[in-house]
Protein backbone atom coordinates (compact mmCIF):
# COMPACT_ATOMS: atom_id res chain seq x y z
CA UNK A 1 0.00 0.00 0.00
CA UNK A 2 1.11 3.06 -0.61
CA UNK A 3 0.01 6.85 0.68
CA UNK A 4 -0.93 9.57 -1.11
CA UNK A 5 -1.85 13.06 0.26
CA UNK A 6 -4.75 15.07 -1.30
CA UNK A 7 -4.50 18.63 -1.23
CA UNK A 8 -7.92 20.56 -1.37
CA UNK A 9 -8.32 23.75 -3.24
CA UNK A 10 -10.57 26.11 -3.52
CA UNK A 11 -14.50 25.33 -2.51
CA UNK A 12 -16.92 27.59 -2.96
CA UNK A 13 -19.36 27.56 0.04
CA UNK A 14 -20.25 31.47 0.41
CA UNK A 15 -23.73 30.94 -1.34
CA UNK A 16 -24.78 27.96 1.00
CA UNK A 17 -28.03 28.34 3.50
CA UNK A 18 -27.96 26.66 6.29
CA UNK A 19 -29.51 23.78 5.15
CA UNK A 20 -27.83 23.59 2.34
CA UNK A 21 -24.36 23.54 4.47
CA UNK A 22 -25.63 20.89 6.51
CA UNK A 23 -26.02 18.71 3.98
CA UNK A 24 -22.92 19.84 2.03
CA UNK A 25 -21.25 18.63 5.94
CA UNK A 26 -23.06 15.65 5.78
CA UNK A 27 -21.36 14.11 2.77
CA UNK A 28 -17.96 15.45 3.60
CA UNK A 29 -18.43 13.19 6.89
CA UNK A 30 -19.80 10.48 4.74
CA UNK A 31 -16.89 10.21 2.30
CA UNK A 32 -14.18 10.50 5.55
CA UNK A 33 -16.78 7.69 7.18
CA UNK A 34 -16.49 5.68 3.87
CA UNK A 35 -13.02 6.27 3.83
CA UNK A 36 -12.09 4.71 7.48
CA UNK A 37 -14.54 2.22 6.87
CA UNK A 38 -12.14 0.51 3.90
CA UNK A 39 -9.42 1.23 5.53
CA UNK A 40 -7.83 4.21 3.59
CA UNK A 41 -8.09 6.83 6.06
CA UNK A 42 -4.77 7.74 7.69
CA UNK A 43 -5.26 11.60 8.26
CA UNK A 44 -6.98 14.55 7.41
CA UNK A 45 -8.34 18.04 8.60
CA UNK A 46 -8.92 21.54 7.66
CA UNK A 47 -6.28 23.95 7.31
CA UNK A 48 -6.46 27.90 8.22
CA UNK A 49 -6.16 30.12 6.13
CA UNK A 50 -3.73 32.44 8.49
CA UNK A 51 -0.13 31.68 9.07
CA UNK A 52 3.75 32.48 8.14
CA UNK A 53 5.72 32.00 4.99
CA UNK A 54 9.45 31.22 5.94
CA UNK A 55 12.24 32.70 3.43
CA UNK A 56 15.27 31.19 2.96
CA UNK A 57 18.01 31.63 5.35
CA UNK A 58 20.53 33.45 6.39
CA UNK A 59 17.33 35.97 6.28
CA UNK A 60 14.35 33.44 7.16
CA UNK A 61 12.30 36.48 5.90
CA UNK A 62 8.77 35.80 7.51
CA UNK A 63 5.44 37.07 6.06
CA UNK A 64 2.14 36.65 6.71
CA UNK A 65 -0.36 34.88 5.68
CA UNK A 66 -3.29 34.78 4.92
CA UNK A 67 -2.66 32.75 1.82
CA UNK A 68 -6.50 32.59 1.18
CA UNK A 69 -5.50 35.10 -1.24
CA UNK A 70 -5.42 32.35 -4.35
CA UNK A 71 -8.37 30.91 -5.49
CA UNK A 72 -5.91 27.40 -5.60
CA UNK A 73 -5.09 27.97 -1.35
CA UNK A 74 -4.91 24.77 -0.15
CA UNK A 75 -7.75 24.65 2.90
CA UNK A 76 -7.24 21.25 3.76
CA UNK A 77 -6.04 18.01 3.20
CA UNK A 78 -6.60 14.06 3.30
CA UNK A 79 -3.60 11.32 3.68
CA UNK A 80 -4.87 8.02 2.39
CA UNK A 81 -3.45 4.86 1.07
CA UNK A 82 -3.95 3.23 -1.70
CA UNK A 83 -2.46 0.63 -4.08
CA UNK A 84 -1.79 2.89 -6.95
CA UNK A 85 -1.89 6.37 -8.20
CA UNK A 86 -5.14 5.17 -10.62
CA UNK A 87 -6.74 3.77 -7.62
CA UNK A 88 -5.90 7.04 -5.02
CA UNK A 89 -7.22 8.89 -7.79
CA UNK A 90 -10.43 6.84 -7.97
CA UNK A 91 -11.35 7.15 -4.15
CA UNK A 92 -10.46 10.55 -4.76
CA UNK A 93 -13.44 11.37 -7.48
CA UNK A 94 -15.79 10.79 -4.73
CA UNK A 95 -14.60 13.43 -2.85
CA UNK A 96 -17.60 16.13 -2.45
CA UNK A 97 -15.27 18.79 -2.35
CA UNK A 98 -15.25 18.78 -6.24
CA UNK A 99 -18.58 19.11 -6.15
CA UNK A 100 -18.55 22.36 -4.50
CA UNK A 101 -16.08 23.91 -7.00
CA UNK A 102 -13.06 22.92 -5.51
CA UNK A 103 -10.13 20.93 -6.84
CA UNK A 104 -7.91 18.19 -5.63
CA UNK A 105 -4.27 17.34 -5.79
CA UNK A 106 -3.33 14.06 -5.70
CA UNK A 107 0.67 13.52 -4.62
CA UNK A 108 2.01 10.32 -3.61
CA UNK A 109 3.64 10.35 -0.63
CA UNK A 110 7.46 8.32 -1.53
CA UNK A 111 8.82 6.09 1.46
CA UNK A 112 11.84 6.45 1.79
CA UNK A 113 11.94 4.74 5.32
CA UNK A 114 13.39 1.55 3.42
CA UNK A 115 16.36 3.01 2.15
CA UNK B 1 -26.36 9.19 6.50
CA UNK B 2 -28.34 11.83 8.09
CA UNK B 3 -27.01 14.16 10.42
CA UNK B 4 -29.90 14.84 11.98
CA UNK B 5 -30.81 11.32 12.96
CA UNK B 6 -26.80 10.80 13.86
CA UNK B 7 -26.01 13.58 15.98
CA UNK B 8 -29.16 15.11 16.62
CA UNK B 9 -28.36 18.93 14.69
CA UNK B 10 -30.51 20.60 12.52
CA UNK B 11 -28.44 23.92 11.07
CA UNK B 12 -32.11 25.54 9.78
CA UNK B 13 -33.15 25.10 13.91
CA UNK B 14 -29.68 26.19 15.03
CA UNK B 15 -29.90 29.07 12.72
CA UNK B 16 -32.47 30.99 14.26
CA UNK B 17 -31.62 30.18 17.51
CA UNK B 18 -28.22 31.78 17.26
CA UNK B 19 -29.85 35.14 15.40
CA UNK B 20 -31.83 35.52 17.86
CA UNK B 21 -29.46 35.40 20.72
CA UNK B 22 -27.27 37.48 18.85
CA UNK B 23 -29.81 39.88 18.09
CA UNK B 24 -30.62 40.08 21.72
CA UNK B 25 -26.93 40.92 22.76
CA UNK B 26 -25.80 42.77 19.30
CA UNK B 27 -29.40 44.50 18.88
CA UNK B 28 -31.70 44.67 16.00
CA UNK B 29 -29.90 47.05 13.98
CA UNK B 30 -27.25 44.47 13.24
CA UNK B 31 -29.98 42.30 11.75
CA UNK B 32 -27.78 42.23 8.47
CA UNK B 33 -24.53 41.53 10.45
CA UNK B 34 -25.64 39.09 12.50
CA UNK B 35 -27.72 36.99 9.29
CA UNK B 36 -23.92 36.77 7.76
CA UNK B 37 -22.03 35.98 10.67
CA UNK B 38 -25.03 33.05 11.20
CA UNK B 39 -24.28 31.51 7.89
CA UNK B 40 -20.33 32.21 7.98
CA UNK B 41 -20.59 29.88 11.31
CA UNK B 42 -22.14 27.22 9.32
CA UNK B 43 -19.36 27.37 6.75
CA UNK B 44 -16.94 27.17 9.37
CA UNK B 45 -18.37 24.10 10.80
CA UNK B 46 -18.34 22.64 8.06
CA UNK B 47 -14.83 22.85 7.68
CA UNK B 48 -14.05 22.11 11.21
CA UNK B 49 -16.48 19.16 11.31
CA UNK B 50 -16.08 17.26 8.44
CA UNK B 51 -13.63 14.69 8.93
CA UNK B 52 -14.24 13.74 12.81
CA UNK B 53 -17.68 15.10 13.16
CA UNK B 54 -18.96 17.89 15.97
CA UNK B 55 -17.29 18.46 18.57
CA UNK B 56 -19.84 17.16 21.92
CA UNK B 57 -20.92 20.97 22.66
CA UNK B 58 -21.74 21.81 19.45
CA UNK B 59 -24.34 24.43 20.16
CA UNK B 60 -21.82 26.16 22.26
CA UNK B 61 -19.10 26.26 19.86
CA UNK B 62 -21.27 27.73 17.10
CA UNK B 63 -22.43 30.15 19.44
CA UNK B 64 -19.12 31.01 20.14
CA UNK B 65 -17.46 30.86 16.89
CA UNK B 66 -20.95 33.18 15.59
CA UNK B 67 -20.30 35.56 18.13
CA UNK B 68 -16.44 36.11 17.26
CA UNK B 69 -17.35 36.79 13.88
CA UNK B 70 -19.74 39.42 15.05
CA UNK B 71 -17.64 41.04 17.36
CA UNK B 72 -14.27 40.49 14.82
CA UNK B 73 -16.60 42.51 12.37
CA UNK B 74 -17.79 45.10 14.51
CA UNK B 75 -13.98 45.31 15.82
CA UNK B 76 -13.15 45.54 11.93
CA UNK B 77 -15.31 48.59 11.90
CA UNK B 78 -14.14 49.97 15.23
CA UNK B 79 -17.16 49.92 16.56
CA UNK B 80 -17.12 47.59 19.49
CA UNK B 81 -14.34 47.85 21.89
CA UNK B 82 -15.57 46.19 24.88
CA UNK B 83 -15.48 43.07 24.73
CA UNK B 84 -17.86 40.54 26.62
CA UNK B 85 -16.51 37.07 28.08
CA UNK B 86 -15.61 34.92 25.81
CA UNK B 87 -15.13 31.77 27.55
CA UNK B 88 -16.82 28.63 26.41
CA UNK B 89 -19.84 29.19 28.71
CA UNK B 90 -21.82 25.51 28.66
CA UNK B 91 -24.99 25.77 26.65
CA UNK B 92 -26.36 22.98 27.82
CA UNK B 93 -28.66 20.66 25.24
CA UNK B 94 -32.47 22.03 25.87
CA UNK B 95 -35.13 19.16 27.28
CA UNK B 96 -36.82 19.56 24.50
CA UNK B 97 -34.92 20.96 20.94
CA UNK B 98 -37.85 21.97 19.43
CA UNK B 99 -39.14 24.56 21.90
CA UNK B 100 -38.69 28.09 20.78
CA UNK B 101 -36.45 29.53 22.74
CA UNK B 102 -37.10 32.99 24.99
CA UNK B 103 -34.88 35.44 22.39
CA UNK B 104 -36.34 32.97 19.11
CA UNK B 105 -39.77 33.93 20.68
CA UNK B 106 -39.12 37.90 20.32
CA UNK B 107 -37.04 37.63 17.23
CA UNK B 108 -40.90 35.53 15.93
CA UNK B 109 -42.71 38.45 17.68
CA UNK B 110 -40.85 41.44 15.51
CA UNK B 111 -41.27 39.31 12.18
CA UNK B 112 -44.68 38.37 13.18
CA UNK B 113 -45.18 43.33 14.09
CA UNK B 114 -48.67 44.45 12.95
CA UNK B 115 -46.61 47.33 11.48
CA UNK B 116 -45.37 44.97 8.54
CA UNK B 117 -47.55 43.34 5.62
CA UNK B 118 -48.40 40.14 5.38
CA UNK B 119 -46.19 38.68 2.63
CA UNK B 120 -43.37 40.50 4.64
CA UNK B 121 -44.08 38.96 7.81
CA UNK B 122 -44.05 35.86 5.69
CA UNK B 123 -40.50 36.56 4.19
CA UNK B 124 -39.12 37.84 7.49
CA UNK B 125 -40.34 34.78 9.35
CA UNK B 126 -39.02 32.49 6.77
CA UNK B 127 -35.66 34.53 6.46
CA UNK B 128 -35.20 34.67 10.64
CA UNK B 129 -37.25 32.29 12.38
CA UNK B 130 -37.24 29.18 9.55
CA UNK B 131 -33.27 29.91 8.62
CA UNK B 132 -33.83 30.15 4.78
CA UNK B 133 -31.45 32.11 2.59
CA UNK B 134 -33.14 34.88 0.37
CA UNK B 135 -32.28 32.22 -2.20
CA UNK B 136 -34.75 29.61 -0.74
CA UNK B 137 -37.56 31.94 -0.10
CA UNK B 138 -37.72 33.16 -3.53
CA UNK B 139 -38.21 30.03 -4.86
CA UNK B 140 -40.82 28.85 -2.64
CA UNK B 141 -42.40 31.84 -2.91
CA UNK B 142 -42.01 31.91 -6.40
CA UNK B 143 -40.42 35.21 -7.29
CA UNK B 144 -37.20 36.72 -8.18
CA UNK B 145 -34.71 36.78 -5.80
CA UNK B 146 -33.81 40.66 -6.20
CA UNK B 147 -37.67 41.06 -5.48
CA UNK B 148 -37.02 39.16 -2.29
CA UNK B 149 -34.12 41.04 -1.71
CA UNK B 150 -35.21 44.06 -1.97
CA UNK B 151 -37.94 43.78 0.19
CA UNK B 152 -35.75 42.42 2.95
CA UNK B 153 -34.15 45.37 2.73
CA UNK B 154 -37.17 47.42 2.97
CA UNK B 155 -39.07 45.35 6.02
CA UNK B 156 -35.54 45.41 7.94
CA UNK B 157 -36.02 49.52 7.51
CA UNK B 158 -39.38 49.54 8.43
CA UNK B 159 -38.02 47.05 11.34
CA UNK B 160 -35.49 49.41 12.86
CA UNK B 161 -38.34 52.27 12.95
CA UNK B 162 -40.84 50.42 14.91
CA UNK B 163 -41.11 49.94 18.40
CA UNK B 164 -41.30 46.35 19.34
CA UNK B 165 -43.13 46.52 21.93
CA UNK B 166 -46.42 48.86 20.66
CA UNK B 167 -49.30 47.54 18.90
CA UNK B 168 -48.81 43.76 20.32
CA UNK B 169 -51.82 43.31 22.31
CA UNK B 170 -51.81 40.97 25.17
CA UNK B 171 -50.34 37.15 25.20
CA UNK B 172 -53.50 35.75 23.68
CA UNK B 173 -53.16 38.26 20.59
CA UNK B 174 -49.48 37.89 20.62
CA UNK B 175 -49.68 34.31 20.13
CA UNK B 176 -52.21 34.30 17.39
CA UNK B 177 -50.24 36.90 15.33
CA UNK B 178 -47.63 33.72 15.53
CA UNK B 179 -50.82 31.10 14.39
CA UNK B 180 -51.61 34.01 11.53
CA UNK B 181 -48.24 34.58 10.12
CA UNK B 182 -47.59 30.81 9.46
CA UNK B 183 -51.49 30.38 8.72
CA UNK B 184 -50.88 32.38 5.73
CA UNK B 185 -47.66 30.93 5.31
CA UNK B 186 -49.36 27.41 4.77
CA UNK B 187 -51.77 28.84 2.50
CA UNK B 188 -49.83 30.26 0.08
CA UNK B 189 -47.67 27.11 -0.22
CA UNK B 190 -50.85 25.43 -0.72
CA UNK B 191 -52.66 27.19 -3.71
CA UNK B 192 -48.77 28.39 -5.36
CA UNK B 193 -48.56 23.96 -5.21
CA UNK B 194 -51.88 24.25 -7.76
CA UNK B 195 -50.15 27.18 -9.65
CA UNK B 196 -47.19 25.36 -10.14
CA UNK B 197 -47.37 21.73 -9.16
CA UNK B 198 -43.90 22.58 -7.87
CA UNK B 199 -42.20 21.01 -5.21
CA UNK B 200 -40.92 24.79 -3.88
CA UNK B 201 -44.63 25.09 -2.88
CA UNK B 202 -44.88 22.05 -0.76
CA UNK B 203 -41.37 23.33 1.12
CA UNK B 204 -43.01 26.21 1.96
CA UNK B 205 -46.10 24.39 3.64
CA UNK B 206 -43.67 22.07 5.36
CA UNK B 207 -41.86 25.00 6.95
CA UNK B 208 -45.12 26.32 8.13
CA UNK B 209 -45.67 23.03 9.35
CA UNK B 210 -42.31 23.29 11.81
CA UNK B 211 -42.58 26.77 12.74
CA UNK B 212 -46.06 25.29 13.72
CA UNK B 213 -44.68 22.10 15.22
CA UNK B 214 -42.06 24.23 17.21
CA UNK B 215 -44.37 26.66 18.28
CA UNK B 216 -46.76 23.83 19.97
CA UNK B 217 -44.06 22.91 21.72
CA UNK B 218 -43.10 25.94 23.33
CA UNK B 219 -44.25 26.19 27.10
CA UNK B 220 -45.16 29.89 26.24
CA UNK B 221 -47.34 29.67 22.66
CA UNK B 222 -48.74 25.99 23.25
CA UNK B 223 -52.30 26.51 23.08
CA UNK B 224 -55.33 24.43 21.88
CA UNK B 225 -55.15 26.95 19.05
CA UNK B 226 -51.78 26.31 18.40
CA UNK B 227 -52.51 22.70 17.80
CA UNK B 228 -55.50 22.67 15.87
CA UNK B 229 -53.95 25.05 13.35
CA UNK B 230 -50.88 21.98 13.34
CA UNK B 231 -53.73 19.36 13.06
CA UNK B 232 -55.21 21.40 9.89
CA UNK B 233 -51.91 21.46 8.46
CA UNK B 234 -50.88 17.66 8.82
CA UNK B 235 -54.19 16.69 7.27
CA UNK B 236 -54.40 19.58 4.48
CA UNK B 237 -50.70 18.70 3.40
CA UNK B 238 -51.37 14.89 3.33
CA UNK B 239 -53.25 15.37 0.02
CA UNK B 240 -50.94 17.91 -1.29
CA UNK B 241 -48.88 15.15 -3.81
CA UNK B 242 -52.85 13.90 -4.53
CA UNK B 243 -54.14 16.83 -5.87
CA UNK B 244 -52.90 16.98 -9.45
CA UNK B 245 -52.72 14.49 -12.03
CA UNK B 246 -50.10 14.14 -14.24
CA UNK B 247 -50.22 16.74 -16.56
CA UNK B 248 -50.76 19.41 -13.86
CA UNK B 249 -54.49 19.52 -13.73
CA UNK B 250 -56.22 19.85 -10.43
CA UNK B 251 -58.41 16.62 -9.38
CA UNK B 252 -61.70 16.90 -7.23
CA UNK B 253 -61.87 14.92 -4.11
CA UNK B 254 -63.57 11.96 -5.44
CA UNK B 255 -61.12 11.83 -8.20
CA UNK B 256 -57.75 11.42 -6.03
CA UNK B 257 -56.74 8.05 -4.78
CA UNK B 258 -57.24 7.98 -1.27
CA UNK B 259 -54.34 5.56 -1.05
CA UNK B 260 -51.78 8.18 -2.04
CA UNK B 261 -52.90 10.69 0.87
CA UNK B 262 -50.20 10.51 3.70
CA UNK B 263 -51.01 8.58 6.35
CA UNK B 264 -48.76 9.77 9.09
CA UNK B 265 -49.47 13.10 8.20
CA UNK B 266 -53.32 12.00 8.73
CA UNK B 267 -52.66 10.27 11.78
CA UNK B 268 -50.10 13.10 12.86
CA UNK B 269 -53.10 15.43 12.81
CA UNK B 270 -56.12 13.70 14.30
CA UNK B 271 -53.19 13.64 17.19
CA UNK B 272 -52.98 17.08 16.84
CA UNK B 273 -56.53 17.99 16.78
CA UNK B 274 -56.86 15.60 20.27
CA UNK B 275 -54.20 17.71 21.14
CA UNK B 276 -56.60 20.76 20.63
CA UNK B 277 -59.84 19.97 21.72
CA UNK B 278 -58.26 20.11 25.58
CA UNK B 279 -59.41 24.20 25.88
CA UNK B 280 -62.85 25.20 25.93
CA UNK B 281 -62.42 27.91 23.15
CA UNK B 282 -63.81 27.18 19.33
CA UNK B 283 -61.40 28.63 17.01
CA UNK B 284 -61.07 28.75 13.13
CA UNK B 285 -58.49 26.45 13.41
CA UNK B 286 -60.39 24.00 14.93
CA UNK B 287 -63.47 23.79 12.48
CA UNK B 288 -61.43 24.03 9.72
CA UNK B 289 -59.16 21.02 11.10
CA UNK B 290 -62.29 19.10 11.77
CA UNK B 291 -63.42 19.74 8.41
CA UNK B 292 -60.03 18.13 6.91
CA UNK B 293 -59.94 15.25 9.44
CA UNK B 294 -63.71 14.23 8.09
CA UNK B 295 -62.22 14.06 4.64
CA UNK B 296 -58.70 13.06 5.16
CA UNK B 297 -60.62 9.99 7.73
CA UNK B 298 -63.44 9.54 5.86
CA UNK B 299 -64.51 5.94 4.23
CA UNK B 300 -63.11 5.80 0.68
CA UNK B 301 -66.05 4.04 -0.55
CA UNK B 302 -68.82 5.29 1.46
CA UNK B 303 -67.19 9.20 1.10
CA UNK B 304 -67.47 11.87 3.90
CA UNK B 305 -69.92 12.58 6.63
CA UNK B 306 -71.59 15.18 4.93
CA UNK B 307 -74.06 15.88 7.97
CA UNK B 308 -70.99 16.16 10.19
CA UNK B 309 -69.44 18.53 7.71
CA UNK B 310 -72.44 20.76 7.64
CA UNK B 311 -72.42 21.40 11.68
CA UNK B 312 -68.59 22.33 11.51
CA UNK B 313 -69.88 24.36 8.73
CA UNK B 314 -72.40 26.56 10.49
CA UNK B 315 -70.60 26.70 13.80
CA UNK B 316 -67.46 28.22 11.60
CA UNK B 317 -70.04 30.63 9.90
CA UNK B 318 -71.41 31.41 13.48
CA UNK B 319 -67.47 32.47 14.44
CA UNK B 320 -66.40 34.25 11.09
CA UNK B 321 -70.15 35.24 8.92
CA UNK B 322 -67.98 35.31 4.95
CA UNK B 323 -68.93 35.09 2.04
CA UNK B 324 -66.29 31.91 1.43
CA UNK B 325 -67.75 30.09 4.42
CA UNK B 326 -71.29 30.28 3.07
CA UNK B 327 -69.87 29.40 -0.41
CA UNK B 328 -68.23 26.28 1.28
CA UNK B 329 -71.06 25.40 3.40
CA UNK B 330 -73.69 25.55 0.19
CA UNK B 331 -71.81 23.18 -1.75
CA UNK B 332 -72.09 20.92 1.40
CA UNK B 333 -75.60 21.46 1.82
CA UNK B 334 -75.89 20.55 -1.69
CA UNK B 335 -74.33 16.93 -0.96
CA UNK B 336 -76.99 16.38 1.44
CA UNK B 337 -80.35 17.63 0.08
CA UNK B 338 -79.65 17.61 -3.75
CA UNK B 339 -78.53 20.32 -6.21
CA UNK B 340 -81.57 22.28 -6.20
CA UNK B 341 -80.08 23.61 -2.61
CA UNK B 342 -77.21 24.30 -2.82
CA UNK B 343 -78.20 26.64 -6.32
CA UNK B 344 -80.65 28.38 -3.89
CA UNK B 345 -78.13 29.25 -2.04
CA UNK B 346 -75.35 30.21 -4.46
CA UNK B 347 -77.77 32.51 -6.04
CA UNK B 348 -77.70 34.44 -3.27
CA UNK B 349 -74.47 34.54 -2.97
CA UNK B 350 -73.96 35.45 -6.51
CA UNK B 351 -76.63 38.40 -6.32
CA UNK B 352 -74.82 39.86 -3.19
CA UNK B 353 -72.22 39.92 -5.43
CA UNK B 354 -68.49 40.39 -3.05
CA UNK B 355 -67.66 37.16 -4.85
CA UNK B 356 -68.32 37.97 -8.64
CA UNK B 357 -64.06 37.67 -9.12
CA UNK B 358 -63.90 34.55 -7.76
CA UNK B 359 -64.01 31.32 -10.19
CA UNK B 360 -64.87 28.81 -7.27
CA UNK B 361 -68.24 30.33 -7.09
CA UNK B 362 -69.22 29.70 -10.86
CA UNK B 363 -67.52 26.38 -10.79
CA UNK B 364 -69.53 25.15 -7.85
CA UNK B 365 -72.57 26.44 -9.39
CA UNK B 366 -71.56 24.30 -12.68
CA UNK B 367 -71.10 21.22 -10.52
CA UNK B 368 -74.64 21.85 -9.20
CA UNK B 369 -76.48 22.73 -12.53
CA UNK B 370 -74.68 19.72 -14.43
CA UNK B 371 -76.41 17.30 -11.74
CA UNK B 372 -79.76 19.09 -12.03
CA UNK B 373 -79.45 18.46 -15.68
CA UNK B 374 -79.20 21.89 -17.15
CA UNK B 375 -75.96 21.28 -18.91
CA UNK B 376 -76.34 24.20 -21.30
CA UNK B 377 -76.11 26.59 -18.27
CA UNK B 378 -73.60 24.38 -17.11
CA UNK B 379 -70.90 24.79 -20.01
CA UNK B 380 -71.66 28.97 -19.13
CA UNK B 381 -70.76 28.89 -15.59
CA UNK B 382 -68.14 27.30 -16.55
CA UNK B 383 -66.94 29.42 -19.13
CA UNK B 384 -67.32 31.98 -16.42
CA UNK B 385 -65.04 30.36 -14.05
CA UNK B 386 -62.06 29.53 -16.81
CA UNK B 387 -62.58 33.52 -17.40
CA UNK B 388 -61.74 34.26 -13.58
CA UNK B 389 -59.56 30.89 -12.86
CA UNK B 390 -55.77 32.54 -12.99
CA UNK B 391 -54.16 29.06 -11.46
CA UNK B 392 -53.14 26.42 -14.04
CA UNK B 393 -53.70 23.56 -11.83
CA UNK B 394 -57.64 24.95 -11.42
CA UNK B 395 -57.52 26.15 -15.17
CA UNK B 396 -56.68 22.59 -16.18
CA UNK B 397 -59.61 21.23 -14.35
CA UNK B 398 -62.20 23.30 -15.22
CA UNK B 399 -61.29 23.08 -19.39
CA UNK B 400 -61.65 19.20 -18.25
CA UNK B 401 -64.87 19.43 -17.51
CA UNK B 402 -65.79 21.77 -19.95
CA UNK B 403 -65.14 19.29 -22.16
CA UNK B 404 -67.19 16.49 -20.83
CA UNK B 405 -70.47 18.83 -20.58
CA UNK B 406 -69.81 19.92 -24.07
CA UNK B 407 -69.48 16.06 -25.26
CA UNK B 408 -72.41 15.61 -23.32
CA UNK B 409 -74.64 18.04 -24.95
CA UNK B 410 -73.44 17.10 -28.25
CA UNK B 411 -74.53 13.55 -27.88
CA UNK B 412 -77.93 14.70 -27.21
Redesign the interface.
Known amino acids: MNQYMLLLTGGDFADLSPAETQAALEKYFAWSKKLREENAYIAGDELDMTGKKIGPAPDFAVTDGPFAESKEAVGGYYVIQAESLDKAVDISKGCPHLLFNGGIEVRPVIDHSNG | ????AEWN????L??SRLTAMMVRQFGLPRLDLIEDA??ET??R?????????PPENHRSWLALVAKRIVIDRLRRDRIYTALPAEELLPCPEPADRLAFDEDELSLFRLCCHPSLSPTSQIILTLREVG???T??IAACLLTAESTIAQRLVRTKRTLRTIDPDKELGDETQKIESFRRVLYLMFNRGYSFQTESGSAEAIELCDQAISLTLRLSRSAATSRPATHALLALMYLQSSRINSRLDPTGACLRLEEQDSKNWDQTRIALGVQALGAASEGDKMTSYHLEAAIAAEYATCDPIIGPDWSRILTHYDDLLNLYPTEVVRLNRAIVVGMIQGPEAALALLDKIRTRGRLSGYHHLESARAFFLERSARKEESKTALHQALLLATHEGDRKLLQRRLQAVSVDLNMN
Open positions: MNIEISFREAVQFIALKAWKTDGGFTRE
